[in-house]
């Protein structure tokens, strides 16, 4: 697995058609482009990483995958009321499914869907009390109490944030928010600042290679008809519309963030965390993309053989 990783970084890596750094929120659009990193954490605790693997990245959309793992946890299936579970096929910020669909965001894993599930988790309690318990979450998938909200960023989002600042109260004209949605936006904004590294990511990622369970702390975090169900929107809806795409050529469930990372699950096998800030046209990491192809054709992990 080391020789692969290497020969990754090795190519992939060093490729000079990197895509962009998401340039809407500033204090992303300044990270340098030339960074990579990968990580591979292993059903059976061995850990292999090449590249920046010790850089901390903005997490940005793969912390919807802990946010709506919390929501299931403390809504059940309740939380389909407020979210749909259908690829959108639509940019990640977009507003023109909402209208026709009376607010309700088709998946939590849009802008709209992940702002619908801040809402959830919410709760009527103050921003802060919830934003604590989601990097507790965080730290105990992740087995690791440093995991922290790059402040920076989220107030880089918040000041830029027109975009979701639209989607919030156009959602809540349908009456669809319970929270005031400046509590539901700092909220989100927040939880998309956190900031790990691939190994941090890769390792918050084990409880969905084995059915629930991180398979080397031995932690129960959800049961396995929900770690299959969460799988699932990865592999539909985790890449937005770019989920196709990401399917036909990894063949993993998988969460991207503009931040340049991705999270990929290989069922039963691994959790591997990547990054690379260029991002492709519909905002997934593009040698992110590439390397994990890479990783599947060495490995034979796609969940389609
Ligand atoms: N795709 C993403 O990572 C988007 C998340 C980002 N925080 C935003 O709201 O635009």
Redesign the pocket.
């Known amino acids: 697995m080391q020789d692969i990783l290497d020969e990754i970084v090795a190519t992939i890596g060093a490729s000079d058609s990197r895509g962009q750094p998401a340039n ?2 500033p204090q992303l659009a300044c990270i340098d482009p030339n960074q990579f990193a990968i990580t591979v954490a292993m059903a059976d605790g061995r850990v292999y990483s090449a590249g920046h693997s010790n850089q901390l990245f903005s997490i ?2 793969i912390s919807k995958v802990f946010t709506l793992t919390i929501a299931l946890g403390k809504l059940g299936d309740s939380v389909w009321s407020k979210v749909g579970r259908e690829p959108s096929g639509d940019p ?2 977009s507003i023109v499914q909402l209208e026709h669909e009376h607010g309700k965001p088709r998946n939590p894993f849009i ?1 709209a869907g992940a702002i619908a599930i801040a809402d959830a988790i919410l709760m009527g309690h103050q921003p802060k009390e919830t934003l604590a318990e989601i990097l507790q979450f965080v730290r105990f998938i992740a087995d690791d109490d440093s995991v922290s909200i790059d402040d920076k960023v989220a107030q880089s ?1 918040l000041a830029t ?1 027109d ?2 600042a639209s989607l919030a109260h156009f959602m809540a004209s349908f009456g669809r928010l319970d929270n005031p949605v400046d509590c539901v936006l700092g909220t ?2 927040h939880h ?1 600042s956190i900031a790990m590294t691939t190994e941090q990511l890769a390792k918050a990622g084990l409880f969905l290679v084995d059915d629930g369970r991180n398979p080397v702390t031995g932690a129960r975090v959800v049961s396995p008809q929900r770690a299959r169900r969460i799988n699932s929107l990865m592999l539909m809806c985790g890449h ?1 519309d770019g989920s196709g795409e990401f399917a036909f050529r990894v063949g993993l469930p998988g969460k ?4 340049g990372g991705i999270l990929a699950i290989a069922p039963g096998k691994a959790s591997i965390g990547v990054w690379s800030p260029g991002l492709d046209d519909v ?1 997934n990491s593009k040698l992110g993309t590439e390397a994990l192809e890479k990783l599947v054709e060495h490995t034979g992990w796609s969940i389609f053989g």
């Not at 991207?256 to 931040?259: A, K």
């Open positions: 809407y929120i940005q959309s990640f910020n802008n989002e944030g975009r979701n989100y904004f998309c937005y991207s963030g503009v931040g905002g």
